[in-house]
């Protein structure tokens, strides 16, 4: 080839510029920091909508809130043996005062008089039974007769003594069975939460 531009020597000319290296790295760098604002972003989405990290989360409420302890001991009930009940029968069904009071022999109760309620209870009682004793009664004697006989009544009156009236009402078919009645009661000697402040 002849001509005003001859090509001579071993080497041909480069035929575009030579890269700057900087431009490169600068372009890198962006990449990796734009990849890694995508994946900090997307994890902060994922935790507003998941809740974040439970068991962290867990943990930091334990430290603020610990765990609630029993906010006082365990209720004392009185064992049936130290309750004396007398059995009345305010029904029309004759020996239901003595059947019901020869089943709380059974469970371990003092039975103390067995009969027909007084005329101010005679037929007058429409569910299971009345629970009637003095104030003091209702701490512990009736809780633990009561576990005997799910929704029966509870009343109170002037007596000094700790003996207990079973008057027993038109409802009234069966005590609950023993298993019941002992859940009940030991549901009822369990100590209660103190309320969580958290």
Do not use: H
Not at 7 to 25: A, C, L, N
Not at 76 to 93: C, F, S
């Amino acid at each position: 080839m002849g001509g005003k531009y001859r090509i001579t020597g071993d080497k041909y000319p480069r035929m575009r510029r030579p890269r700057r290296r900087s431009k490169v790295v600068l372009a890198a760098i962006a990449s990796v920091v734009a990849l890694g604002l995508a994946g900090w972003g997307t994890l902060q989405l994922i935790d507003v909508f998941t809740g974040g990290d439970k068991t962290a989360s867990a943990a930091d409420r334990n430290e603020r809130c610990p765990s609630p302890k029993a906010s006082k001991p365990a209720k004392v009930l009185p064992q049936p043996a130290k309750i004396t009940v007398n059995v009345y029968n305010a029904t029309t069904r004759g020996g239901l005062a003595k059947a019901a009071a020869d089943e709380l022999k059974k469970r371990g109760f003092k039975i103390g008089e067995v009969g027909n309620a007084t005329a101010a209870y005679d037929k007058k009682v429409p569910g299971t039974g009345i629970l009637l004793g003095a104030p003091a009664a209702a701490d512990g004697t009736f809780p633990v007769l009561g576990a005997q006989l799910p929704g029966a009544a509870t009343k109170t009156d002037a007596r000094k003594n700790g003996e207990v009236d079973l008057i027993i009402g038109k409802k009234f078919t069966a005590f609950s069975k023993p298993q019941a009645a002992a859940a009940a009661l030991s549901a009822l000697t369990k100590p209660a939460p103190a309320p969580s402040s958290c």
